[in-house]
C-alpha cells in the first residue's frame, strides 16, 4: 500500500500540463468496440482507469496496443460479451462497454456495478433506454443481461441528464435501425468530445453540448485518428492548488470555456485568474473570500471540483456553504478535512465550511478520487507532514499528479509501505 507524503508551506510557481480528459477517453475507448476498423487515440492520460477500460476491451475481443499517449485499438471480432466482474467491479465506467456490445453483438452481459463512496450510482436510466430502443432486459446471477437482434431507434426522456446514460445510449443508437432522440440529455464537453470521435468514424449524431440529441442510426462504422480533449477537472485541481498555497502557475493545454464554472468561483474567492487561448494563468497571494457552492450538471458547477473547492475554502475569511446535488453522499472528505483543523458542519446535502486561520498536517485517507485530490491540496497548505493512504482512488484519475506538482515546487513524495 502506497501513500502520499506532503509537507506543507511551499507556494506554487511554473507551468503544468494537463493531460486528456479521463472522463472523455474512457467512453472513447468503450465506443471503439462499435467497429471492426482499428482507432488510434492520442493524448492518453496514463491512468489506472485507462488500464482497467482496456482490460475490460480486451477480454471482448479487442487488440489494444498501447503507446506513449497513444493507444491502436482494433476489434475485428467480438469473443464475448459478458464484461468481466473483477473489472466492472474496480470502475463503474466499465458499465458503459453494455451500449457498444449491445448495438453491435446484439447481446451484452454486465454484472451489476452496485454502488461505491459517493453515492448508490444506480443504473435505472440506461436500462430505460435501452428497453426504449427495443432491448430486452433479464436480470440474474448478479448480472444484467440486453437482448435485441437490431436496436431500432426511438424517443428517449432522462428523467436526469446523466453523463453515463447519455453515453451509453447515444452508442447504441449510432448502430439501432431509424433515428434516436434523447431529451434532457447531458451537455458535458466528454460528450461533445465522444460525439466527435463517433461522428470521425461515421456515426451521425447532431446536437451534442445540447439538452436535445438526435442520432441517426448507421449500418456500420469505420476507424479514425482522435485527441482526446484536455482533463477539465484536473486543470481546475491544478487552479484550486495555487488557490489553496498562493503562487502564479501557468496551467497549460486547457479549454477555458470548459472551466468557466470554476474559474468565476475563483475569482469571487479572490484569486486572479487570467485566461490565455490554451491556458490559464492563477495567481494568489492574498486572504481568500467564502463563496457559496451548488454542484449541478454542466454548466453548472461540477460535482467532480466539490472536494478541492472545500478544502480551499477551509482556509477562506468566514463561512461558504457547499449544496451537492448530484451525489448524495459525496462529503465524505470532509470528516479527513476536520483531522487537518477543519471546520466543517454537514446538514443533509449542505457543508458549511467555517474558515480558519490555518490547517496542520495530519495522517488521512483518501475515501474517493476527488477526496484523494482535495487532502492533497489541504496538505499542500498545512503545517507540517500530512500522510495520505488509500491514494489508489487518486491514481484512478490523476495523471502523474505528485510529479507535476513536484514541478511546481511542492514538496510531496510516493512512500510504499509495509500493511
Ligand atoms: C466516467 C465518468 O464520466 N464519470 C463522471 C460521470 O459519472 P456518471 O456517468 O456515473 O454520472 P451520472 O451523470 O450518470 O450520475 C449523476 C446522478 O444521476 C444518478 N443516476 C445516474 C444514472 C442512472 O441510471 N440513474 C441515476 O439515478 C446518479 O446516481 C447520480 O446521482 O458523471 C458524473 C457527474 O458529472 C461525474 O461525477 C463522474 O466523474
Ligand atoms: C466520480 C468520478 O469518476 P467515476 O465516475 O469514474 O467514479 C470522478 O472522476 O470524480
Redesign the pocket.
Known sequence: MEKLIVRGGASLRGTVKVSGA???V??IIAASLLSECACTLQDIPNLA?VASICRVIEKLGARVCRGDKEINISVPDLKQVEAPYEYVRL???S??VMGPLLARAGRAVMPLPGGCA???????????GFKALGAKIIYGHGCIEAVAERLKGSQIYL?????????NLIMAASLARGATVIENA?E?P?IVDLVNFLNAMGARIKGAGTKIIRVEGVPRLSGTVHTVIPDR?EAGTFLTAVAITGGDVLVDNVICDHLKPVTAKLREAGVRVEENENSIRVSSDSELQPVDIKTM??PGF???MQAQLMAVLCLARGTSMITET???NRFMHANELKRMGARIKIEGRTAVVQGVPRLTGAPVKATD??AGAALVLAGLAAEGRTEIGNIFHIDR?YDRLEEKLRGLGADIQRSAVVS
Open positions: 479521463k472522463n472523455a474512457l467512453p482507469d470502475m463503474r465506467a458499465f458503459l459517493i453515492g448508490t450510482r444506480p443504473i435505472d436510466l440506461h436500462l430505460k428523467d436526469f441528464p446523466s453523463v453515463g446514460a447519455t453515453e447531458a458535458e466528454e477537472i450538471p454542466y461540477p460535482t467532480d448530484v451525489f448524495e478520487l476527488r484519475g
